[in-house]
């Protein structure tokens, strides 16, 4: 936050801020340090007076790393705070989750508020999927552009925001003029990208060597070597002994074609501030590029940003501010998807040629797609272009009263193209496809607050908010379809058949509100909170329309008692506070309406040209309310050694209520599912944080931070007496006891390693030594669904991070470890290019070490066709990988250049070198312990499916600023 500060002879202090009147207090003229200010929800207040549960993240931690997306860079940020990434992919969101999951359904991500005003963070899309690399609207805020952010981690702090912040409020507040002459900076940073970890697969003559074992497994009379000869691969003529040829390799390598190596990543920050007694402004604009590391990966962002204060009188001040940003994502098929490159790469088997002689591409050989053509033929292409102005007036009626009114319209156009041209694989269908998706999305939010202080004597005062807002989205649809698209064409305009259209203008909803906040400050050193706010809107039905939202909250401050000693303990507080909290994102504009009806295109059936899917509707339900969350907050703040070590504990527990499931109605109600408030969860945990000053002198410092976080996860009800459980995904199943995002399968235990162990019921399947050992959960001798077990979890036990600053003189060097705990992934391309996996998929590289005769005690089953094989592949423990990790998320050495080396005035101009994602340290065999191949979901997490990891970054960089 930028506060501007004024001391005044007679001891008042006056702090102005953005979106808060000005307000004064006593300053401690026996204390040479200011009570820090922190923004809360529609205002501000000093860190001693917070009764809540805030964390405070300087911006300049944030900017240290490079990403295209504003969550990412909050990724070990904060006790509490989860970030995970979905994807590797250039452009692609991340997975935002405080103090763990509230919901099933709706959203997981918090709400976030850009200088008192709720901004879009959603991911939005058309009907076209790339798996993982979901994308996300927050990428349109520069984090130069970003003075602090707070974090309100507890019901007691976010419950002002009512219905949107079940899951926790990120306030950001934006950079501001100051008085005095214009200072410019400029920030320049370009770097080199290269994968983590590569995905690798077998070569091509193991490959052969292991078809032909599971060839010969399954049908003896076929032969050992049966495969290689059939593919004409290897001639038992030729005179190359067949394990001369299991040890070759030939044939072109798929992913050298499709991974880039030293892909660039170029950023370009510049920006103006200044201002005088009357008008303050701050302009910025930035320039993002980067390209990704596998073939047809491209991003790009610029924004510009424009505030501007302009004081009318001693009464009033204009704030007002314009943010613009436009993208563009160069897409190719992600995770999950057959026709992705990397996808293609790794299950076409090997020994094939990317182009034919005459250097075309081959598409002749694939299975399924020719892994180059489809990263560099395949066109996806989304545009964002995204405005944002606000206009405010705080009035400062009195010493004793102020006023805020603020006024924000945000705009925001994607449109994302897709096309296949004839000659690939996707487009021989439909003898060449093109798509169009547009997406217009309006929201107009307007809110006015009132703030009256009083001080009742020194022992009392009392400050009392009060306000309302009003909000209303609209968003426009339209989606294209062409086929029969002719080679160069790029238009859906140029398909000759089969069109299909819709097009839903004026989709929208609205919410009004009221919300009110009483402050007590009693004696100077307790201090109580109240909120209450009452959410009134469109999307639910006339009688559940309107909830309410109430909170309070404590804190003591011991420490500034006459008889608490501070020898070591400087400051000791006590902290305490109850809310409740909503979450509407998973309500549709008419899922409570009896008369809605959702057809698969079109507003009405007559304009419907052969739908893609079946024009069957969801039952309204008319008592749907929103969901619902209760938490309970206590913690501890301690300073010691003169606030040189400060740490804080926090316990929550949150009960989350009226969740929404997806019920299953009679077909003969016309409808095959409805939405119900059936489902209830908690979130337990403990917050632990550490910051310390250990080494501060002129020429030396070294400051410390140490966050850890401990959070379980249940689900308490589901729909119906006896709960029905609830499969998402691959292997993730929702039921009573277990954790949200919880695996469920067969129980691995082993291989059979002898005939003889094998039960004669699945030895007269052909079930044989090598292959896998499955637990009979219930003891009735059949291996079947009902012997499945809950195998693992996506979320960790526990997270946080390491960050640390040191400073000698002109250098600085800091570096920040994140770590994650007791997490598992479910690794979902080893069913696929596992040993296990259909034999005539390419396998990867660490598949080598399966069963046979010579190797019994072998960690993998033996390679095999048929029944035996789909024994072997069932979703299992095997699949299921300890996904832990520590990484060196950030890491940078910095010289700043002394002034008697520049001599021209308050330039300073500083150089670094840094990098990002350097080391990781996990026992996930997959290139990435993160990554969700089915993105931003909220349930299914923590399945790999070919999923594109992180990548590491070496970057250099210069800052000026004069």
Do not use: C
Request: charged share 20%; glycine share 8%.
């Amino acid at each position: 936050m930028n506060v501007k500060l004024s001391v005044l002879s007679t001891g008042v202090l006056f702090f102005i801020g953005q979106g808060i009147s000005a307000q004064k207090v006593k300053k401690d003229t026996t204390s040479t340090q200011i009570d820090e200010v922190v923004v809360i929800g529609y205002g501000a207040k000093s860190v001693k007076k917070v009764t809540t549960s805030i964390s405070r993240v300087k911006a300049d931690d944030l900017t240290k790393v490079s990403a295209s997306s504003a969550d990412a860079l909050l990724q070990g940020a904060s006790t509490g705070l989860q970030v995970s990434p979905t994807s590797g992919a250039p452009g692609a969101g991340f997975n935002v989750r405080l103090r763990g999951v509230s919901s099933i359904t709706s959203s997981n991500d918090p709400l976030y508020v850009v200088d008192g005003v709720p901004i879009s963070s959603n991911s939005p899309s058309g009907n076209v999927a790339y798996g993982g690399q979901t994308g996300n609207l927050l990428s349109q805020l520069n984090l130069a552009d970003v003075e602090n952010v707070e974090i309100l981690k507890d019901a007691a702090a976010a419950a002002i925001y009512g219905s949107r912040a079940a899951n926790g409020v990120v306030l950001i507040t934006t950079k501001k003029g100051k008085k005095g002459r214009i200072s410019f900076n400029l920030n320049s940073t370009i770097g080199f990208q290269n994968p983590i970890k590569k995905f690798k697969t077998m070569k091509a003559g193991e490959y052969y060597r292991m078809l032909d074992l599971a060839e010969f497994n399954t049908t003896p009379g076929n032969g050992r070597n049966y495969w290689s000869i059939t593919n004409g691969v290897w001639d038992p003529k030729s005179g190359q002994s067949i394990s001369d040829f299991y040890k070759s390799d030939f044939g072109d390598n798929y992913l050298s074609q499709i991974y880039r190596k030293d892909q660039p990543l170029y950023e370009l920050n510049a920006s103006a501030s200044g201002g005088n007694e009357m008008t303050s402004f701050y302009v910025g604009f930035s320039n993002f590029d980067q390209s990704g590391v596998v073939k047809g990966q491209e991003y790009s962002r610029q924004t510009f940003t424009l505030n501007l204060d302009q004081k009318l009188n001693d009464m009033f001040k204009l704030v007002s501010s314009v943010r613009l940003s436009n993208e563009k994502i160069d897409r190719i098929n992600g995770d999950n998807n057959i026709y992705a490159p990397l996808t293609a790469a790794i299950l076409e088997p090997p020994g094939q040629s990317i182009r034919n002689p005459d250097g075309t591409y081959n598409t002749s050989t694939w299975s399924f797609s020719n892994p180059l053509q489809n990263a560099t033929d395949v066109k996806s292409l989304t545009k964002v272009f995204g405005v944002n102005t606000s206009l405010g007036l705080e009035s400062k009626f009195s010493s004793k009263l102020s006023m805020v009114t603020r006024f924000n319209l945000e705009r925001i156009n994607y449109d994302e193209a897709r096309l296949f041209p004839l000659d690939t694989y996707q487009g021989r269908g439909s003898n060449g496809q093109a798509d169009y998706n547009g997406r217009l999305y309006n929201t107009f939010t307007a809110f006015n607050t009132l703030t009256y202080t009083e001080k009742l004597s020194d022992k009392f005062r009392f400050t009392l908010m009060g306000g309302l807002e009003y909000f209303n989205r609209k968003t426009t649809l339209t989606d294209i379809q062409a086929q029969n698209v002719p080679l160069g064409a790029t238009s859906p305009d140029a398909g000759s058949q089969k069109t299909i259209a819709s097009y839903y203008p004026s989709l929208g909803n609205r919410t009004f509100s009221y919300f009110s906040r009483l402050s007590l400050e009693i004696f100077n050193n307790l201090f109580v909170d109240a909120t209450f706010r009452a959410d009134s809107s469109s999307k639910l039905a006339y009688d559940n329309r309107t909830e309410y939202f109430p909170s309070v909250s404590a804190a003591y401050v011991i420490s500034d008692n006459d008889w608490f000693k501070k020898d070591v303990i400087s400051l000791l507080k006590l902290k305490a506070g109850w809310g409740e909290l909503g979450n509407q994102s998973g309500l549709g504009n008419f899922e409570t309406s009896a008369a809605a009806q959702t057809y698969a295109y079109g507003l009405l059936p007559a304009v419907n040209v052969n739908p893609l899917s079946g024009s069957g509707v969801s039952l309204a339900n008319a008592a749907l309310v929103w969901e619902r969350t209760s938490q309970t907050d206590a913690g501890l703040e301690i300073g010691l050694f003169k606030n040189r070590v400060n740490v804080t504990y926090d316990f929550y527990y949150k009960k989350s209520k009226q969740l929404l499931v997806n019920a299953t109605a009679a077909l003969e109600n016309g409808a095959e599912n409805y939405k119900s408030n059936a489902a209830e969860m908690y979130n337990r945990g403990h917050e632990i944080g550490i910051n310390a000053t250990i080494l501060k002198g002129e020429n030396l410092g070294w400051n410390s931070q140490f966050n850890i976080t401990f959070n379980k996860n249940e689900i308490t009800k589901l729909l119906g007496d006896k709960p029905v459980p609830i499969d998402f995904g691959f292997a993730t199943r929702i039921d009573v006891g277990q954790p949200s995002g919880a695996f469920f399968g067969l129980k691995a235990i082993g291989i059979y390693r002898s005939d003889a162990e094998v039960p004669q019921n699945l030895f007269n399947q052909g079930i044989r030594a090598g292959d896998v050992k499955y637990q009979d959960t219930n003891g009735d001798g059949v291996i079947n669904s009902n012997d499945r077990v809950f195998i693992g979890k996506a979320q960790p036990d526990f997270f946080g991070n390491f960050r640390n600053t040191f400073r000698y003189k002109n250098f600085d060097l800091s570096a920040n470890l994140i770590f994650v705990f007791g997490q598992d992934m479910y690794n979902s391309s080893l069913r696929f290019a596992g040993v296990s996996g259909n034999p005539l998929f390419g396998k990867l590289e660490n598949q080598t070490n399966y069963w046979t005769p010579d190797n019994p005690n072998a960690d993998l089953p033996r390679p095999v066709r048929g029944f035996a094989q789909s024994w072997n592949n069932q979703v299992s423990s095997r699949f299921i990988e300890n996904a832990s990790y520590i990484r060196l998320r950030e890491l940078q050495l910095g010289y700043t250049l002394p002034k008697t080396m520049l001599d021209i005035g308050s330039m300073t101009l500083r150089f670094f070198i840094a990098a990002d994602n350097l080391w990781t340290w996990t026992d996930y065999s997959g290139p990435e312990p993160e990554v969700n191949a089915f993105g931003q979901a909220n349930v299914a997490t923590g399945t790999d499916f070919f999923t594109q990891g992180m990548n590491r970054t070496i970057k250099f960089g210069i800052n000026l600023n004069f």
